[in-house]
């Protein structure tokens, strides 16, 4: 059986198309992830697969002093990378980017242990440009990120499985919601205060018209009690609650919208600006541009909410769209590469 040791991490986006590829493989092949003891430590244990836990630093884009200790603490999370991949002996190096994968990549280039990346959004990211000669292939999601690499390969975002497979009046009865339309609110994995405190702030505007289910983060919840507003701070059964969505209000991480077009769920995206490289930007108006979302401009939330639900258009374009799962397309260049 071959063994296949995944990484990845510091935020969701990283961990969760891991997982839907993990989760193919983990009958076939020997499945190990090295990550910090961020979100994916969490999520990886709790989908059963073994875990093997670094110390790796990350870079901070504006100036502090804990940046000087970068280049001691990355030369300490290689040392325990490389003991990592000697003792499991891997057969092959699977990435989904993140300051983390660094070490664990870079440790398998010093072994002459294959090494695969998958780059989730339209722009690269940091650690997917250092690591990109490491690697056989750069997967991407996009085909236009792919023709950024000499070695890029397009194939898709892997979408999960499990949520393709929502049934709607079950997902109903799950959350409590009747005949009418439901608004589904993700706030990304570690949860928007501003994006939570919009949507909480307009309840009386929302609840009349729509239910709402606020998947709203870790730590995120507030003391709201009102008929028809249903919160979570993270849901596992991703199946249910797209299923039971007429529309999504949701961040532009690149994971989610594929998953959202996968569906084919008319949505209003609010890209987050600070704290970013301008990546979910650069997602929301790919696709805006295309006719497949809408995107948060200067009107009220609830009216772009409204419109979106009422965008015949819209609906037409999402479902003449063509964004199937790239998981199958991932696995065969594993199994390709594996021989």
Request: net charge positive.
């Amino acid at each position: 059986m071959k063994h296949i040791l995944f990484t990845g991490g510091g935020s969701a986006g990283h961990v969760v198309p891991n997982l839907a590829v993990m989760n193919a493989l983990k009958f076939s092949h020997r499945i190990t992830y090295i990550g910090t003891g961020g979100i994916e430590k969490d999520l990886v244990r709790e989908a059963g697969f073994e875990f093997f836990e670094i110390d790796c630093p990350k870079l901070r884009r504006s100036f502090t002093l804990k940046n000087l200790a970068i280049p001691f603490r990355l030369r300490h999370a290689e040392r325990d990378a490389l003991d990592i991949l000697k003792r499991e002996q891997p057969d092959l190096v699977f990435s989904k980017g993140g300051y983390v994968s660094y070490p664990a990549v870079w440790a398998a280039r010093k072994l002459s242990i294959p090494a695969l990346t998958h780059e989730s959004d339209l722009s690269a990211g940091l650690c997917t440009k250092l690591i990109a000669k490491k690697c056989t292939y750069v997967l991407t999601s996009f085909p236009e990120t792919a023709e950024t690499f000499k070695n890029g390969r397009y194939v898709g975002s892997p979408v999960r499985r499990e949520i393709l497979n929502g049934e709607r009046s079950r997902a109903r009865h799950k959350f409590g919601f009747g005949e009418g339309p439901v608004l589904l609110v993700l706030g990304g994995g570690s949860g928007s205060r501003t994006l939570n405190d919009a949507v909480r702030e307009n309840l009386d505007v929302f609840l009349p018209h729509m239910g709402i289910l606020h998947i709203c983060g870790r730590g995120n919840l507030a003391k709201i009690s009102r008929d028809g507003y249903v919160q979570r701070e993270y849901e596992r059964d991703m199946g249910s609650a797209y299923a039971c969505a007429d529309v999504v209000l949701s961040r532009a991480g690149s994971n989610t919208v594929f998953e959202i077009l996968a569906l084919k769920k008319p949505a209003v995206l609010v890209p987050l600006s600070h704290a970013s490289r301008g990546d979910q930007i650069e997602n929301a108006l790919y696709f805006k541009e295309r006719g497949l979302v809408r995107v948060l401009g200067d009107e009220p939330l609830p009216d772009a909410v409204f419109a979106a639900l009422r965008d015949n258009a819209l609906r037409d374009a999402l479902e003449h769209s063509s964004f199937p799962s790239g998981t199958d397309r991932i696995i065969a260049v594993i199994k390709e590469v594996l021989k």
